[in-house]
């Protein structure tokens, strides 16, 4: 980092994006992931250097950063052309939810501003602990979450501890676990000894289809799909481990779990 605080930041994911606007420290980005959409205005507002496994390394050179924020291994390549640039560059891993608020903790102190961070964190985990104690006395329902179709993938760590929260049961837990998307594929006959009584789904990249998810060969017997009880969540607020997935994206699992209005009344913790 060649200031402190720096000055001038480049986000490669979406998460670090919403945080920083959150905390007032937005001026300080100057190039974002195509995928930032919290808040809206990002996109008006800042350059597009990036998709997720991919970036613009010249177009990032060109914007001169003091330093870049990546995520997971899928951007490990990103990471190392850039630091043989001569960047600095901080690299995120966060895939639970005591992650998430580290990141935020984190964010703020490398930017100098910690103590907005952390009242923001101390926020958010409020909120967690209020749904969850709002909802401890539910019966809960058996949730698969579904983040790809093809093969089928399970819900990641922060997705399952969310479900948990919200009052449902994540349906495979264990492979919440798991960091690798290949070590969370299942197959259809799973999920249907499984008898999850909500799917949810999201793709990230394409829309959810939820006809097409009843119309798999067996999968009337599933009582979600008998019920209907199939529910698109948008990526941009469950698949990015930050504010989003807390508050809008928990917003949307308790509505799909227990109905709008009980919903928005958890929620409202």
């Not at 891993?93 to 964010?107: D, E, K, P, S």
């Not at 539910?138 to 949730?143: E, G, I, Q, T, Y």
Request: charged content about 25%; hydrophobic content about 50%.
């Amino acid at each position: 980092m060649s200031r402190f605080p720096p000055e001038r930041i480049v986000c490669l994911t979406e998460e670090t994006v919403e945080t920083l606007y959150l905390l007032g420290e937005d001026a300080r980005i100057v190039g974002v992931s195509g995928y930032a959409v919290r808040p809206p205005r990002v996109r008006r507002e800042k350059p597009q250097v990036s998709a997720f496994a991919s970036a613009d390394i010249a177009q990032i050179l060109a914007l001169e950063p003091d330093l870049v924020l990546a995520f997971s291994d899928i951007q490990a390549e990103i990471v190392r052309d850039l630091v043989k640039a001569g960047v600095a560059v901080h690299a995120f891993n966060q895939r639970h939810l005591a992650g998430i608020f580290a990141m935020i903790r984190t964010l703020g102190a490398l930017v100098g501003a910690f103590e907005k961070a952390d009242a923001l964190a101390r926020g958010l985990e409020g909120r967690v602990a209020r749904i969850r104690a709002a909802t401890a006395g539910k019966p809960p329902l058996r949730v698969w979450f579904e983040e790809w179709d093809e093969p089928l993938i399970s819900g990641i760590g922060w997705v399952s501890e969310l479900i948990e929260v919200a009052g449902g049961r994540d349906v495979f837990p264990e492979l919440a676990r798991q960091k690798s998307a290949k070590d969370r594929i299942v197959s259809p006959e799973r999920v249907i000894a499984a008898a999850p009584e909500v799917v949810l789904a999201s793709w990230c990249g394409k829309k959810v289809r939820p006809e097409k998810i009843a119309a798999r060969p067996g999968w009337e017997a599933i009582p979600a799909v008998r019920e209907g009880r199939i529910r698109a969540i948008p990526a941009p607020i469950i698949l990015q481990p930050g504010p989003a997935a807390l508050t809008d994206g928990l917003d949307a699992i308790l509505v799909a779990l227990w109905g709008e209005e009980e919903g928005r009344r958890l929620a409202a913790g």
